[in-house]
């Protein structure tokens, strides 16, 4: 009999091991079916031991061991996946099964079928893991606008075949995915295989079956959800738009998968390459201290093909008889409309709705969420409600919606200011201004599909003339040129009390920018904004040498490692247990407890949190591990949190 010790793969199982013993031998890797609450879940093997080895433990245990209920698969994982896996889950204090689950289809763990013949036994692992001992692990960075960015890819992947080997290219989203194929396939069609998260259960076991078993040297375009493919000949990973928060899960268990994929390829000792137009600080910082090798040499200063660079200072218009509730500027609008009316524009606003603020001018309340307190939106009536027929106010951030107010709630006045613009907004004056112009609008409010945004984007290249108003959703499925480019609202983002934020608006800037082919134009009240000086230069040197300069003075990453632990602040008893953590554990390291409103994980109510600050060397520290392992799932860890508030 073996005793053996198992990892859940279910999400709402916390518990990082359970113990359990088998009549089979079983290896480290198998998929099992357990008795767990009254259920039958599927585990992961860890650990197996002989029953003679642990007696002594047995007989002193406080309940009897179960047995598992079946085998589901035997060795289904390969050693380094799981070693990876293992290390992820104590850096980011998750359990082991939500690793595993994050980055293996569920279509995969639910299917009945055998084994593809592609599964590993543990002596091939082995082998093939001593034999790569020997091999040098090369970790390189590529910062290159997209174009010159594929054309390394290519040249890369050319080189790989030629060696019988495979490439992994790992994109943040389903939409990389299909624009990667398009371009990288060319020449190559049979031998690329694409896994999408978003197919169809049975069709994503079908291309998982196909891609393992292929014999040929592959490139394989997948998202961060199908890592767990195991195949020997994968000797190069590629991590695709390295800057993307999409990376990063939002909910629990808040892993990152660019840490995931950099620690596979340590274990497997193959190539990896982070590329993107603007790599993030903290990769830059690694490259400049050795880390990391330039793949080319890096570009610091970004060209653009656009003939003119316009930026429109608001504030210097304050003079002028100039009515302040436009969205489009007079100068903006008049360049819209003397441009050839066979050219496009692309219209980029930070904000949905109509206005994003709404203030009394007598006492400067500002109408904010009864719930999240943070200013409501207020947006136009919805045009699929027949009996919608009134502006309405909604809050972005809990989805809480209410009738607009004609007079202040906090002092009664009537003087109410409608403030900033969104995307309905800046539809609604292009309308007024190109009566005959196509318009559409590309939004989370306006498209919920996503065949509706493919849809959005090819009738606007299709259309001569078109114009095309969205958010950051729109931006990433823009690859073509665009004639003309404006940026109206970039000034909500500074607002953002986040120290990513600079970062977020050079990104968007700088993506923008290169799109453009005759006007990239900037209107803006904040020209005094640095970041607006750097992006209109493409100077990402000074850019990344300032931010670098100001993360190290505040100790932000990448000079420290910051821990997120959050509680919902209407539960007083876990406020004062995060309070006694923080005074009677957690005294030798830098902590603040602060409030904000929570992520999705706590239902976006107000939480009150705890930071930790540790040096980037310190973590995992086993002492503090430990301690955090211990705390029930009420209290939400986040390591490298995106943002702090």
């Keep these: 009999m073996k005793i053996i010790t198992v990892a859940p793969l279910s999400k709402a199982i916390f518990k990082e091991n359970l113990t359990y013993f088998s009549a089979q031998d079983l290896e480290i890797g198998s998929i099992v079916l357990i008795p767990l609450r009254n259920k039958i879940i599927e585990a992961l093997v860890t650990e197996t031991h002989e029953t003679e080895n642990l007696k002594s433990e047995l007989r002193s245990s406080d309940y009897p061991l179960k047995k598992i209920k079946a085998v589901k698969y035997k060795n289904f994982f390969a050693p380094g996946f799981i070693e990876t896996a293992q290390k992820t889950a104590d850096f980011f204090v998750v359990p082991l099964g939500q690793v595993i689950k994050s980055f293996t289809p569920l279509a995969l763990l639910s299917s009945s079928t055998s084994k593809t013949k592609e599964q590993k036994n543990d002596r091939t692992e082995k082998n093939e893991k001593n034999s790569a001992s020997k091999t040098k692990i090369e970790k390189f960075v590529l910062q290159e606008p997209d174009e010159d960015r594929l054309a390394l890819y290519k040249k890369l992947i050319r080189e790989a075949f030629a060696q019988k080997q495979s490439v992994f290219l790992c994109a943040p989203t389903n939409h990389d995915?299909?624009?990667?194929?398009?371009?990288?396939?060319?020449?190559?069609?049979?031998?690329?295989?694409?896994?999408?998260?978003?197919?169809?259960?049975?069709?994503?076991?079908?291309?998982?079956?196909?891609?393992?078993?292929?014999?040929?040297?592959?490139?394989?375009?997948?998202?961060?959800?199908?890592?767990?493919?195991?195949?020997?000949?994968?000797?190069?990973?590629?991590?695709?738009?390295?800057?993307?928060?999409?990376?990063?899960?939002?909910?629990?268990?808040?892993?990152?998968?660019?840490?995931?994929?950099?620690?596979?390829?340590?274990?497997?000792?193959?190539?990896?390459?982070?590329?993107?137009?603007?790599?993030?600080?903290?990769?830059?910082?690694?490259?400049?201290?050795?880390?990391?090798?330039?793949?080319?040499?890096?570009?610091?200063?970004?060209?653009?093909?656009?003939?003119?660079?316009?930026?429109?200072?608001?504030?210097?218009?304050?003079?002028?008889?100039?009515?302040?509730?436009?969205?489009?500027?007079?100068?903006?609008?008049?360049?819209?409309?003397?441009?050839?009316?066979?050219?496009?524009?692309?219209?980029?606003?930070?904000?949905?709705?109509?206005?994003?603020?709404?203030?009394?001018?007598?006492?400067?309340?500002?109408?904010?969420?009864?719930?999240?307190?943070?200013?409501?939106?207020?947006?136009?009536?919805?045009?699929?409600?027949?009996?919608?027929?009134?502006?309405?106010?909604?809050?972005?951030?809990?989805?809480h919606v209410s009738s607009p107010e004609d007079k202040c709630r906090h002092c009664g006045g009537w003087k109410l200011a409608l403030l900033g613009s969104g995307t309905e907004k800046i539809e609604a004056e292009l309308k007024k201004l190109l009566p005959q112009a196509k318009i559409w609008r590309l939004d989370s409010d306006q498209v919920k599909t996503g065949q509706k945004t493919v849809e959005i984007i090819r009738d606007f290249y299709s259309s001569p003339g078109a114009i095309l108003i969205g958010t950051e959703m729109a931006l990433f499925h823009l690859t073509e040129k665009i004639e003309n480019i404006a940026i109206t609202s970039i000034d909500a983002y500074f607002s953002i009390p986040e120290f990513r934020i600079n970062e977020k608006v050079f990104n968007i800037l700088l993506r923008l920018r290169h799109l453009a082919v005759k006007n990239f134009v900037i209107q803006t009240r904040n020209s005094e904004e640095e970041v607006l000086s750097l992006a209109l230069n493409g100077n990402s040197t000074e850019f990344h040498r300032r931010e670098l300069l100001e993360r190290k003075k505040l100790k932000y990453p990448p000079f420290s490692l910051l821990i997120k632990i959050s509680v919902k602040s209407s539960h007083l008893a876990l406020v004062e247990a995060l309070e006694t953590l923080k005074e009677e554990h957690l005294t030798p390291w830098q902590t603040v407890i602060y409030d904000s409103f929570g992520p999705a994980s706590l239902n976006h109510e107000a939480t009150t949190n705890l930071l930790l600050r540790l040096p980037t060397t310190d973590w995992p520290k086993k002492e503090i591990l430990d301690l955090l392992r211990q705390l029930p799932p009420t209290f939400v860890i986040n390591v490298d949190p995106e943002n702090i508030f």
Aim: net charge positive; aromatic share 8%; with cysteine.
């Design 177 to 399: 995915i299909g624009r990667l194929a398009q371009t990288l396939s060319r020449g190559i069609e049979d031998y690329v295989f694409v896994l999408r998260s978003d197919d169809p259960p049975k069709k994503q076991l079908t291309n998982w079956k196909k891609t393992a078993s292929a014999d040929h040297p592959i490139l394989i375009i997948a998202t961060p959800l199908f890592l767990s493919l195991s195949r020997p000949d994968i000797k190069t990973f590629i991590v695709e738009r390295e800057n993307a928060t999409a990376y990063k899960q939002l909910t629990r268990p808040f892993i990152d998968a660019r840490f995931f994929i950099e620690k596979l390829a340590e274990s497997q000792r193959v190539k990896i390459v982070l590329g993107d137009i603007l790599l993030r600080s903290e990769t830059i910082e690694r490259s400049r201290n050795g880390e990391l090798a330039p793949l080319s040499p890096i570009t610091y200063r970004s060209f653009t093909s656009a003939q003119k660079q316009i930026l429109i200072n608001l504030k210097e218009k304050k003079a002028q008889a100039i009515d302040f509730g436009l969205a489009v500027s007079e100068e903006l609008a008049t360049l819209i409309s003397q441009t050839d009316p066979n050219e496009r524009w692309f219209i980029f606003s930070g904000r949905r709705g109509l206005n994003p603020l709404t203030v009394c001018g007598d006492c400067g309340y500002t109408f904010s969420c009864p719930h999240c307190h943070i200013p409501l939106t207020l947006h136009q009536p919805k045009s699929n409600i027949k009996k919608s027929t009134e502006n309405y106010f909604l809050c972005h951030k809990c989805g």
